[in-house]
């Protein structure tokens, strides 16, 4: 059982900038596709983006391209998502998930870390 424990969210003016962190608690053998999702109220979850085991294969939200990088670090299980420019309409919860691919349906979820973006 995989555990995604999702850190640094918060509270930033409109055009900084924020970087989230995910780390896997266990081995993430098998994982091959780790990413960012995101729900902001009232609206449906939403991919921001995610990337390959190799990180040779990333996917962005047409929203957050030029913006938002994905990376991973697999030594340490870990995956990040920095945010740079950030607007008002990218405040959400932000959530990690790791799936072995895209589509799978057995998909692991972290408990999700809040965004605010003030204008």
């Known amino acids: 059982q995989v555990q995604l424990v999702e850190s640094g969210g918060g509270l930033v003016q409109a055009g900084g900038s924020l970087r989230l962190s995910c780390a896997a608690s266990a081995s993430t053998f098998g994982i091959n596709v780790m990413g960012w999702y995101r729900q902001a109220p009232g609206k449906q979850r939403e991919l921001v983006a995610d990337i390959s085991r190799g990180g040779t294969t990333t996917n962005y939200a047409r929203s957050v391209k030029g913006r938002f990088t994905i990376s991973r670090y697999n030594a340490k299980n870990t995956v990040y998502l920095q945010m740079n420019s950030l607007k008002p309409e990218d405040t959400a919860v932000y959530y990690c998930?790791?799936?072995?691919?895209?589509?799978?349906?057995?998909?692991?979820w972290g408990q999700g870390t809040q965004v605010t973006v003030s204008s």
């Open positions: 998930n790791a799936k072995p691919y895209r589509g799978a349906s057995n998909e692991y």
